[in-house]
């Protein structure tokens, strides 16, 4: 993990209470509506189990959820082997589990996968490709190495990234290998970062872009002590981002601790109602500066989930959702997702 010795400090995800999730219950809103979960997780840890069984139960709370994104997590890593294609090992369990619940019924599940590789290692990325699209077994969809660094925060990433990643000529040169195989790059950051994802994307302006949770904005330690000032950076940065067609945005990953939100030790989970309120001129300002055709929603399940459940988020998402046109709101849910991670039969 990062050395905390220059101040900075842990911001864990809240741990999943089912109990506690279960004191507010919602009537599903829009129940008819397709939706693509763009993002989600697959894990077990000390902290806890999301599985097929869990995201299962998920799925099958009330929301018309067709297909679902996951998005990798350090989870089912080879233990032996060269290390650069122990993380295939990964996109193995995945593309396992969701053959399982294809054979259950449940067509849809990690429909597409998106795994790890690390592109500083250049000489070795089209092995690490290759590994992970015969792994996929037609569910590969691209590569997540996240670059979120800040002084003030101990990462929680699986592979904790380095300063400055974006901007490293060697990473870069790892990264163009991407467009010999189809396969986009999706990035987690944290909003000092994105005039790099910018200026990345402008040096690759034909490799299809990502960028996780809206940009990751940040709402703790310094940035809680001017949030007028932080937002207007984000926004700033964002805009930037946007003039970049190459580049689409997730929308999301907004109940988690470093956003400045501390629903979880509340009495009672927040109502979508709640989670609209506060996450509307983070979300309005995403849609705006990208337009709906160019953004996604996504439950970043499980993580999101130590503050809210998967009615009350996707509920959330429809209100917030509810201003935009119907063609708006198909993209939004679907559409876009769809065509991003080539995702058929849905909407």
């Not at 991407?178 to 034909?206: I, N, V």
């Not at 400045?260 to 989970?269: A, V």
Request: charged share 20%; net charge negative.
């Amino acid at each position: 993990m990062s050395d905390t010795s220059s101040g900075a400090r842990p911001y864990p995800h809240p741990h999943v209470n089912d109990a506690w999730l279960g004191r507010l219950r919602e009537e599903i809103l829009a129940p008819e509506l397709p939706i693509v979960d763009a993002h989600h997780h697959l894990w077990e840890r000390p902290s806890g189990r999301y599985l097929l069984g869990e995201l299962r139960a998920d799925l099958g709370a009330g929301h018309k959820v067709q297909a679902t994104v996951f998005i990798q997590c350090g989870y089912g890593y080879r233990s032996d082997g060269p290390p650069e294609l122990q993380p295939v090992g990964e996109t193995e369990r995945i593309a396992a589990i969701a053959a399982e619940a294809t054979a259950a019924g449940v067509p849809g599940v990690c429909a597409g996968i998106v795994g790890y590789c690390d592109f500083r290692m250049v000489d070795r990325v089209d092995a690490v490709l290759e590994a992970h699209i015969a792994a996929g077994a037609g569910r590969f969809r691209g590569i997540r190495q996240s670059a979120g660094w800040d002084a003030a925060i101990v990462s929680t990433t699986s592979a904790v990234p380095p300063r400055g990643l974006l901007l490293d000529p060697v990473f870069r040169n790892g990264l163009a290998r991407l467009g010999k195989f189809g396969l986009s790059y999706e990035c987690s950051l944290y909003h000092p970062q994105l005039p790099e994802l910018t200026d990345l994307a402008r040096a690759l302006p034909d490799q299809p872009i990502l960028a996780n949770h809206c940009g990751g904005p940040i709402r703790i330690g310094a940035y809680a002590a001017a949030p007028d000032a932080a937002f207007a950076v984000w926004r700033s940065a964002l805009r930037e981002l946007a003039a970049c067609p190459n580049v689409v945005l997730k929308l999301g990953g907004q109940a988690m601790t470093i956003r400045g939100f501390t629903w979880h030790e509340e009495p009672l989970p927040p109502s979508s109602g709640e989670l609209a309120a506060a996450w509307r001129p983070f979300m309005e300002t995403c849609i705006e500066t990208f337009g709906a055709e160019r953004c996604m929603f996504e439950s970043n399940f499980p993580v999101d989930k130590g503050m809210c459940s998967y009615p009350v988020v996707w509920n959330a998402f429809k209100r917030l959702a509810s201003q935009y046109s119907a063609a708006e709101t198909a993209a939004l849910f679907h559409g876009t997702a769809a065509r991003f991670y080539r995702l058929s039969g849905v909407g």
